[in-house]
Antibody, heavy 123, light 108 residues
Framework: EVQLVESGGGLVQPGGSLRLSCAASGFTVSSNYMSWVRQAPGKGLEWVSVIYSGGSTYYADSVKGRFTISRDNSKNTLYLQMNSLRAEDTAVYYC?????????????????WGQGTLVTVSS | AIRMTQSPSSFSASTGDRVTITCRASQGISSYLAWYQQKPGKAPKLLIYAASTLQSGVPSRFSGSGSGTDFTLTISCLQSEDFATYYCQQYYSYPPITFGPGTKVDIK
């Protein structure tokens, strides 16, 4: 059974840092694209970052230069290092498996999600 | 970045109703569109990808259609467990992957 379990959220002051973890089971993180998606309180979904199976990484403009996505293959775990945090980074952060199907094109979709971890940036 | 819009932003419906939610992309995205359902306090759940392909395990009362810039999600006979917020998402041009703002369906 595929499962994603996030941890590491909490209250942090503006300018602070936090590292989120996403432990995966039932599949291999390094063989898949993996993304972080966040949701500010009462708001919609915002894609944050992706790491491809080959190791390439991409970021939303809103977090570029401040956040770093990575993975530990030995632990089958995805990470999001968040630095220089701002109030607007306050959100529930979800990790998601970014699956691909190649039928009539290359179709990507988030088929498995973690339960989310809340990050609150406030003084 | 491709901008996604949804209409309506929210509406009320009754069990048994046929409901349709519209999603529009700021430029053509072929059929590179997915739909998600999210209930309060829960992670989103994938319903449809490739604009019309039902994810395994999703009830057949859900269907998707469209191509290019205009897409619809239809629930043929609304059930109590379908009251939720629905998001569309494009993956034609990325990064960034972008989501619509959501459509909340609540009980009339």
């Amino acid at each position: 059974e595929v499962q994603l379990v996030e941890s590491g959220g909490g209250l942090v002051q503006p300018g602070g840092s936090l590292r989120l973890s996403c432990a995966a089971s039932g599949f291999t993180v390094s063989s898949n694209y993996m993304s972080w998606v966040r949701q500010a309180p009462g708001k919609g979904l915002e894609w944050v970052s992706v790491i491809y199976s080959g190791g390439s990484t991409y970021y939303a403009d809103s977090v570029k230069g401040r956040f770093t996505i990575s993975r530990d293959n030995s632990k089958n775990t995805l990470y999001l290092q968040m630095n220089s945090l701002r109030a607007e980074d306050t959100a529930v952060y979800y990790c998601a498996r970014d699956s691909i199907t190649m039928v009539r094109g290359t179709h990507r979709y988030f088929d498995y999600w973690g339960q989310g971890t809340l990050v609150t940036v406030s003084s | 970045a491709i901008r996604m819009t949804q209409s309506p932003s929210s509406f009320s419906a009754s069990t048994g109703d046929r409901v349709t939610i519209t999603c529009r992309a700021s430029q053509g995205i072929s059929s590179y569109l997915a739909w998600y359902q999210q209930k309060p306090g829960k992670a989103p759940k994938l319903l449809i990808y490739a604009a019309s392909t039902l994810q395994s395990g999703v009830p057949s009362r859900f269907s998707g259609s469209g191509s290019g810039t205009d897409f619809t999600l239809t629930i043929s006979c609304l059930q109590s467990e379908d009251f939720a917020t629905y998001y569309c998402q494009q993956y034609y041009s990325y990064p960034p992957i972008t989501f619509g703002p959501g459509t909340k369906v609540d009980i009339k």
